[in-house]
């Protein structure tokens, strides 16, 4: 296309550099609308939020922000006991929801593996949990929870598993790992379904080659199986880590908090913050604290995971 | 003697399998029970399983009074509204994504997926004031477009996975013809996709559907979505279990129908369309 301009002159050269200048920019023009709603309504309340968290600002007080406090609010954030234990239950949460999920998962979706009559029913209902609303499986727990006569305090009991008085929510020893579970049954089947998936895809040639070598379950498990789904299992890693570290829904339904600290989780201590007392200016500093950790997260995830896509 | 341990094997899968069942399971099946049962067998101890069923929370929830009948088509128009406007938006940047390899092309992806990732409470905070202020709180204006954040980006992320299906000779093809740009697209691709759309659509839906952040903050009493509604049952002293039920079934039987007839497709939707399934 040069060549021939070069021979035309000067003018159609013109021409065809203005026509693949706007080649070069349509893709971005076809992506800059979604980008821009986007910016509009998650990074520009951001800054917003930026602003508001070097004020003192108390919804309850007046519409207006108080004062500038310059990082008042984030040292108030970090130094109160109540956000640093929603970012200890946070990650203990978050790290062994993600750890017991994807394990359990895995062993499931290895059942799952074995081409028997029945198998594609069982899968079409096992993901069922996860099809349901989080906030929805948060009532179904809170019933099954109940001290009164849910089914789950009755099963244990039957087990002759001592349950507390106050109940499996009432109580600071029971309450996060009661809201873990809950999670687990929603999500397990979600990691189930899609190593399973990428189980299927494992060539069935290579898993005949190992079995003839004399290669045992677990070897094949581990040095021909996970390494070749390593992709999948790292995207499900992912996601779940991240979900599970932006907890709210559960929270919100099964104890709110409570009893004391014990189950805040940081998405719940930022909502009780800022949209129950109101509290905008440390809301927002607690916002861009999480924020922060957020974006290091996606970072070492950019880094390791995504490295080598495409 | 082989054939012995063959069966046995076989057993015990099905036995395993039937164990998760149950366990992954019976906790809905126990929860639609909830709905149709006799309000004084709702914490009987032993639990009691065999009762004659009755329609009567429904009929209380959905039809006579109907508390919740108004905050199910709030669910309805808040998650389709979410889906419809999203749809301009998505489709031409998963086209873009999909058949220009231009620079930033990879950072762009990683940013939606980001946002997939983030908390949505950090934007809900700073968001519900600045809505409030321009007096869009409580209206399903504010709720749709918060939405946005999650249905813009799983959607681009989807429906690129559907549109690199197909091949992009014949859209070279037809531009060798001298089609325009934008004939190519309405004429050749939109036809050849649309079943990814709707699969899109159908999954992005779901996703609106299931978030009650959003609409716990941004929502009234005339705008409340039907979880929402739900939610202020456990307000009143002794929580009507049988209405919670029968709120909540309602609540949950779209995303599973939905899940159902997009068998194929559930992995694929799950994972932002980067595992086929």
């Known amino acids: 296309m040069s060549n021939s301009a070069i021979e035309h002159g000067p003018a159609l050269a013109l021409v065809a550099s203005a026509a693949r200048r706007r080649r070069r920019l349509f893709p971005y023009l076809l992506i800059a609308p979604s980008v821009v709603l986007l910016v509009a309504v998650t990074i520009f309340p951001l800054f917003f939020a930026l602003k508001n968290s070097f004020f003192f600002w108390n919804l309850q007080m007046g519409p207006e922000p108080l004062g500038f406090i310059g990082f008042g609010n984030y040292q108030m954030a970090l130094t109160s006991s109540v956000f640093m234990a929603s970012l200890v239950n946070t990650l203990v949460l978050t790290v062994s929801g993600t750890v017991l999920e994807v394990l359990l998962g895995l062993a499931i979706a290895l059942l799952l593996c074995h081409a028997l009559p029945g198998m594609s029913v069982a899968r079409a209902l096992l993901i069922m949990p996860t099809t349901i609303a989080p906030i929805v499986v948060g009532f179904l727990f809170r019933y099954m929870y109940d001290p009164t006569g849910g089914l789950i305090p009755w099963l244990l009991t039957a087990a002759g598993v001592p349950i507390p008085k106050v109940g499996l929510l009432g109580s600071g020893a029971t309450a996060l790992p009661s809201i873990l579970f809950a999670d687990m049954w929603q999500w397990t089947p979600f990691c189930a379904i899609v190593l399973y998936a990428a189980l299927l895809s494992v060539p069935q040639h290579v898993i005949e080659a190992a079995r003839l070598d004399g290669a045992s379950a677990w070897t094949m498990l581990r040095r021909i199986r996970l390494p070749l789904i390593r992709k999948t299992l790292s995207f499900v890693v992912m996601l779940r880590f991240m979900q599970l570290f932006n907890t709210f829904d559960l929270v919100l339904v099964l104890t709110r908090g409570g009893p004391g600290s014990s189950t805040r989780t940081l998405g719940y201590t930022l909502y009780q913050q800022g949209l129950v007392d109101f509290n905008i200016g440390l809301a927002s500093a607690m916002t861009w604290i999480i924020v922060i950790m957020v974006n290091a997260l996606i970072g070492l995830y950019v880094l390791f995971v995504f490295k080598d896509w495409e | 003697?082989?054939?012995?341990?063959?069966?046995?094997?076989?057993?015990?899968?099905?036995?395993?399998?039937?164990?998760?069942?149950?366990?992954?399971?019976?906790?809905?099946?126990?929860?639609?029970?909830?709905?149709?049962?006799?309000?004084?067998?709702?914490?009987?101890?032993?639990?009691?399983?065999?009762?004659?069923?009755?329609?009567?929370?429904?009929?209380?929830?959905?039809?006579?009074?109907?508390?919740?009948?108004?905050?199910?088509?709030?669910?309805?128009?808040?998650?389709?509204?979410?889906?419809?406007?999203?749809?301009?938006?998505?489709?031409?940047?998963?086209?873009?994504?999909?058949?220009?390899?231009?620079?930033?092309?990879?950072?762009?992806?990683?940013?939606?997926?980001?946002?997939?990732?983030?908390?949505?409470?950090?934007?809900?905070?700073?968001?519900?004031?600045?809505?409030?202020?321009?007096?869009?709180?409580?209206?399903?204006?504010?709720?749709?477009?918060?939405?946005?954040?999650?249905?813009?980006?799983?959607?681009?992320?989807?429906?690129?996975?559907?549109?690199?299906?197909?091949?992009?000779?014949?859209?070279?093809?037809?531009?060798?013809?001298?089609?325009?740009?934008?004939?190519?697209?309405?004429?050749?691709?939109?036809?050849?996709?649309?079943?990814?759309?709707?699969?899109?659509?159908?999954?992005?839906?779901?996703?609106?559907?299931?978030?009650?952040?959003?609409?716990?903050?941004?929502?009234?009493?005339?705008?409340?979505?039907?979880?929402?509604?739900?939610?202020?049952?456990?307000?009143?002293?002794?929580?009507?279990?049988?209405?919670?039920?029968?709120?909540?079934?309602?609540?949950?039987?779209?995303?599973?129908?939905?899940?159902?007839?997009?068998?194929?497709?559930?992995?694929?939707?799950?994972t932002f369309g980067s595992i086929k399934g």
């Not at chain 2, 057993?11 to 639609?32: C, M």
């Not at chain 2, 998650?79 to 873009?96: I, K, R």
């Not at chain 2, 509604?229 to 779209?254: E, K, Q």
């Open chain 2, 1 to 270: 003697m082989r054939k012995g341990k063959h069966l046995l094997r076989t057993s015990l899968i099905y036995a395993g399998l039937l164990l998760i069942l149950l366990v992954f399971v019976g906790p809905i099946l126990w929860f639609i029970l909830l709905a149709v049962r006799p309000s004084e067998t709702v914490f009987a101890v032993p639990p009691v399983l065999l009762f004659k069923p009755s329609p009567a929370a429904f009929q209380a929830t959905f039809i006579d009074p109907g508390t919740n009948r108004h905050q199910l088509f709030n669910s309805l128009i808040v998650a389709g509204g979410a889906v419809l406007l999203n749809l301009p938006f998505s489709f031409p940047a998963a086209y873009a994504l999909s058949r220009f390899r231009m620079r930033g092309r990879k950072n762009i992806m990683l940013w939606y997926l980001g946002l997939l990732m983030a908390p949505p409470v950090a934007f809900l905070i700073p968001y519900f004031v600045l809505m409030s202020r321009i007096g869009l709180s409580g209206t399903y204006l504010a709720m749709i477009l918060i939405m946005q954040t999650i249905t813009i980006p799983f959607s681009v992320w989807l429906m690129k996975s559907f549109i690199d299906e197909v091949p992009v000779e014949l859209e070279e093809a037809a531009r060798v013809d001298g089609a325009k740009w934008h004939r190519v697209i309405y004429r050749i691709t939109l036809p050849l996709v649309r079943p990814g759309l709707i699969v899109t659509s159908m999954f992005a839906f779901v996703f609106s559907w299931n978030n009650a952040a959003f609409p716990l903050v941004l929502s009234n009493q005339k705008t409340a979505t039907l979880p929402i509604g739900t939610l202020s049952y456990f307000a009143t002293a002794g929580a009507t279990w049988t209405f919670i039920g029968a709120a909540a079934v309602a609540a949950m039987l779209p995303p599973m129908i939905i899940f159902l007839v997009l068998d194929r497709y559930v992995v694929r939707g799950l």
